[in-house]
């Protein structure tokens, strides 16, 4: 039946709006009455916006590069902290807390250049050198 579809005006509205909506392609096709990839083809001809898959967009933390060069001051979850190397390089990697338990975290103030540690850090690294 989808070789006698024709696109109408209708119909053409009736993708533009869903697709404004953000309604899944495939609903969209449900809607009308066609395939996805019939949806998805017109969308395309018309020039109609990316669509950006709602799951991809709050997922993955290796696609947000922005806070490489934004705001480094928040606190990142841990495995991005140890994932990210550029990051710790400029942050105080002094351990708070034990590895082992849920609460562990880094210190991440920025660090006094060419030390490991921020100043708070450092003096305790130091005198923690002198002592033993
Ligand atoms: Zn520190």
Not at 28 to 35: A, D, H, L, R
Not at 95 to 106: A, E, Q
Not at 107 to 118: A, L, M, N, Q, V
Request: aromatic residues 8%; proline residues 8%.
């Amino acid at each position: 039946m989808e070789k006698n579809f024709v696109w109408n005006e209708d119909k053409l509205n009736k993708l533009k709006k869903l697709w404004d909506e953000g309604l899944p392609i495939t609903k969209i096709g449900n809607e009308i009455g066609v395939s996805r990839n019939a949806i998805a083809g017109k969308a395309h001809r018309m020039g109609l916006p990316k669509r950006n898959s709602p799951i991809s967009k709050s997922g993955d933390p290796r696609k947000n590069q922005q806070y490489n060069n934004s705001d480094t001051s928040k606190v990142l979850p841990l495995k991005i902290m140890l994932r990210d190397v550029e990051w710790s390089r400029n942050r105080c990697c002094w351990p708070i807390g034990d590895p082992k338990l849920p609460g562990f975290s880094f210190c991440g103030t920025s660090i006094i250049p060419g030390r490991p540690y921020c100043e708070e850090h450092s003096n305790l690294a130091y005198t923690n050198t002198r002592e033993s």
